[in-house]
């Protein structure tokens, strides 16, 4: 879903992992995001376990959007098998979560700090908020990168859809500038697949 410059940029994030805290994504889909992320990671010596968050459940949307991109799904059908093949092509310890956020980020597991957090799923509230929130315990001071994958997304959905709603997309975009000292911009791609990547700078 992210172009190839998306995919270039997380592989170099997961190049520079530090080895202070774990790696996720919440939302996954078909593992993408999480595969670049993943050959980055793995070039820095990686040993942790790489945790995915999804409801691995295709909709009528997905199934479109994988056609477009010559993947055949079935609406209803269950994604998670085809994340863990394309990841684990890269890497083998792999957590993935199956269901709905926030509900499934109980299962992180609390002793472990997260160093690199992207974030694809909801971008409305309350399910937005309410997931960072379970989230940002585990960040660490100076060192946790949060993506949001469709951070620039309210855009296209007032502006090219048209949306009455688009408002509401809003939320990852309210979050940060409520928090802006908290966090500091590292790199944004508005015009290509509206992802925007943030360094976690001191704690809430
Ligand atoms: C835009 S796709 C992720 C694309 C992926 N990051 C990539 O670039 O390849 C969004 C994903 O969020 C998941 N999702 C949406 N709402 C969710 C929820 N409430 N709980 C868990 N997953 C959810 C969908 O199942 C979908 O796989």
Known sequence: MSPPVVHDYIRDLGRAWTGQGTAMEVGCWLGATSAALLEGLV???????????????ANEAE????????VNIGVGQNLQ???????????EAIQAVRGNIPRTLNFYSPAEPIEICMFDAPKRNPT??????????????????????????????RDDQQKEDWEKFLAPVNFIRKYKE???LMAEFPNDGSCAFFKYLKPI
């Open 43 to 57: 070039e820095a010596g990686y040993d942790r376990t790489y945790w995915g968050f999804d409801r691995w459940q």
């Open 63 to 70: 199934a479109r959007k994988a056609a477009e991109q010559g």
């Open 81 to 91: 098998p085809m994340f863990m093949k394309n990841v684990k092509a890269r890497y």
């Open 128 to 157: 937005f908020i309410d997931s960072i929130n379970m989230l940002l315990p585990h960040f660490i001071p100076g060192v946790t990168v949060l993506g949001l994958l469709d951070y620039h997304f309210y855009i296209s959905r």
């Open 182 to 184: 908290n966090f500091e």
